[in-house]
Nanobody, 126 residues
Framework: QVQLAESGGGLVQAGGSLRLSCAAS????????MGWFRQAPRKDREFVAV????????YYADSVKGRFTISKDNAKRTVYLQMSSLKPEDTAVYYC???????????????????WGQGTQVTVSS
């Protein structure tokens, strides 16, 4: 069984920064891609960023590219999302997720992830 727990959300002014953490329990943490998704009010959940199981490659949604950075620490079994230059449109509940298999074909698809955290709220005020 894998459990994911996000933390680090909160209220921040536009232009500010936050770092989200996702602590994982269970085996296979280091052998699966790990992603971040978000869901804004009245919107579908959307892909934000992913880091491959090796940690060598990262991908980002166009809306966050250049502002967000995903990283992982296998020893701490934790994935991070450093968010900078935050905008009001970044307001959402942020979820981390673990991929079903190593190196998923389409990392932007929710169905390719089988474990999810409970989410952490990020609110960016203008």
């Amino acid at each position: 069984q894998v459990q994911l727990a996000e933390s680090g959300g909160g209220l921040v002014q536009a232009g500010g920064s936050l770092r989200l953490s996702c602590a994982a329990s269970g085996r296979t943490f280091s052998s699966r891609d790990m992603g971040w998704f978000r869901q804004a009010p009245r919107k579908d959940r959307e892909f934000v960023a992913v880091i491959t199981w090796s940690g060598g490659t990262t991908y980002y949604a166009d809306s966050v590219k250049g502002r967000f950075t995903i990283s992982k620490d296998n020893a701490k079994r934790t994935v991070y999302l450093q968010m900078s230059s935050l905008k009001p449109e970044d307001t959402a509940v942020y979820y981390c997720a673990r991929a079903r298999v190593p190196s998923v074909a389409d990392y932007t698809k929710e169905e390719n992830y089988n474990y999810w955290g409970q989410g952490t709220q990020v609110t960016v005020s203008s």
